[in-house]
């Protein structure tokens, strides 16, 4: 859905970071489409795996353990 932040250093592709465990591609909130989003992953995670009835967002600020992108898909 085009939500991810881009690297304008390389053609526009996904920025790619480092989190805890893992890749981590970043949600651009400011995105149009954002909201759209979040409320369809989580519709799928719900309706999929586990029901609940509210969400603890951790580390849901950008944080990045390389400086800038990683590398790029």
């Known amino acids: 859905m085009n939500v991810f932040l881009k690297n304008s250093n390389d053609g526009g592709k996904t920025l790619i970071g480092k989190g805890w465990a893992n890749d981590v591609a970043f949600p651009d909130f400011f995105a149009p489409n954002a909201r759209k989003w979040w409320h369809e992953e989580l519709y ?8 609940f009835d509210g969400l603890w967002l951790d580390m849901n600020e950008a944080s990045n353990f390389c400086n800038g992108a990683c590398y790029e898909r």
């Open 44 to 51: 799928l995670f719900q309706n999929n795996s586990v029901h």
